[in-house]
């Protein structure tokens, strides 16, 4: 999977599936952060690869499938939560710490989805992702700087969110 031919991409089934199958783990990673369930995440992960393939014929860079691909699943996934908003409006908070035994990635978790969509899609692609910021800009169609902003203002969101909770190590990892 060297080289990058929008055509294959676009037209060869197999090629398709082959780059779906090397970006299934970051989807899934993106997918599990947004959704907290493993059975939800692999559900996104087979409707994510209907979504790309019914739309990869609009896919004009072949550089960007990967952020492409992610931000359908980001939005896949947003979706996902307003339904489960609209459905059930109180979320057992006891229910949801028993899902995920790992207490500072749930708090983190809950901290990035109080963001709003356009924040998370940066702090995941920045953070998550390892996206540079050259990367972004480019991909987003925005000046560095204005990106840059962005991303500053969104780590002081979460840091205010997070509190002073020095001893995890939480303010040190987000300056």
Not at 140 to 161: N, S, V, Y
């Amino acid at each position: 999977m060297d080289s990058f031919d929008i055509k294959k991409i676009q037209n060869d089934d197999d090629t398709f599936l082959e780059f779906m199958k090397l970006y299934r783990l970051d989807l899934y990673k993106t997918a599990l952060a947004f959704l907290k369930n493993k059975d939800e995440a692999l559900e996104a992960i087979q409707e994510v690869t209907y979504r790309a393939y019914k739309k990869r014929k609009q896919l004009k860079q072949p550089e960007y499938l990967k952020t492409w691909l992610i931000r359908i699943m980001i939005n896949y996934c947003q979706d996902i939560l307003k339904k489960q908003k609209r459905m059930h409006p109180f979320i057992n908070q006891e229910q949801q710490l028993t899902t995920n035994d790992n207490f500072h990635q749930l708090w983190l978790s809950d901290a990035i989805s109080k963001l709003n969509s356009n924040e998370q899609e940066l702090i995941y692609l920045k953070y998550f992702h390892g996206y540079t910021y050259e990367e972004l800009s480019h991909h987003l169609k925005i000046p560095e700087g204005t990106l840059k902003t962005r991303i500053h203002f969104a780590l002081k969101k979460l840091k205010q969110d997070l509190g002073s909770y020095k001893e995890g190590g939480w303010n040190e990892g987000l300056s």
